[in-house]
């Protein structure tokens, strides 16, 4: 089965400054999704950012961006200028070609913003 | 477009009794999927449906069952409730296996507390 993981349960970053969050993933696909999601306080699920496998460019979306190494099986996701309104829980998912729709996520990491 | 909408959005029950979960998805999308999230295991998935079809399963005992209905609606229900099933129950839409770029949007859950 995949597993995805993040090792870093607490993250903290200043507001304006940059924070990068760890994912690590295991697979024997060759074809899938990776995602980033958001999850504020108010506990809906919010897409963040999306990396195909098969594209070798990082995907980016405004002050998000990710580091997909495919051959290390990690994909961190980069948050510039970090805002008060970043402070979420932040979970990668993971979902194959093979496996339908279901995604496995990983545990989470909660990303605080110090004002 | 309306996002996911998940009825209710807050329950409580006492151990033995069933509940029923319901989940519209964004109007056009075919697939639902319900995940389980509590503290101590994170996101587990439940089940995907398809086009009234049960797709995947995730490893939940056969109390936890559900359907979907024409208008892709879904329903999750769940029998003989334990202490355990507390948690928020998530459902997630998305176009499909195969098409769109992969991406599950996700209700705002509902928080189920047995008591």
């Known amino acids: 089965a995949q597993t995805v993981t993040q090792s870093q349960p607490e993250m903290s970053v200043q507001e304006a400054e940059t924070v990068t969050l760890s994912c690590t993933y295991d697979t024997s696909e060759s074809d899938y999704y990776l995602f980033w999601y958001k999850q504020p306080p108010s506990r809906q699920m919010i897409l963040v950012i999306r990396?195909?496998?098969?594209?070798?460019q990082n995907a980016t979306e405004n002050r998000f961006s990710v580091n997909f190494q495919k051959a290390a099986k990690s994909f961190s996701l980069k948050i510039s200028d970090s805002q008060l309104g970043d402070a979420a829980m932040y979970f990668c998912?993971?979902?194959?070609?093979?496996?339908?729709?279901?995604?496995?996520f990983g545990t989470g990491t909660s990303l605080t913003v110090i004002p | 477009k309306a996002g996911v909408t998940q009825t209710p959005r807050y329950l409580i029950k006492t151990r033995g009794q069933q509940v029923t979960l319901s989940c519209s998805p964004i109007?056009?999308?075919?697939?639902v999927s319900w995940y389980q999230q509590t503290p101590g295991q994170g996101l587990q998935f439940l089940f995907e449906y398809f086009s009234e079809t049960q797709r995947n399963k995730g490893n939940f005992p056969g109390r936890f069952s559900g359907r979907q209905f024409s208008n892709s609606r879904s329903e999750m229900n769940v029998s003989t409730l334990e202490l355990g099933d507390s948690a928020l129950y998530l459902c997630?839409?998305?176009?499909?296996?195969?098409?769109?770029?992969?991406?599950?949007?996700f209700g705002p859950g509902t928080r189920l507390t047995v008591t």
């Open positions: 990396q195909e496998a098969y594209k070798q």
């Open positions: 997630a839409s998305s176009l499909g296996v195969g098409t769109g770029r992969g991406e599950q949007y």
């Open positions: 109007s056009g999308h075919r697939s």
């Open positions: 998912a993971y979902r194959g070609s093979n496996t339908g729709n279901q995604f496995y």
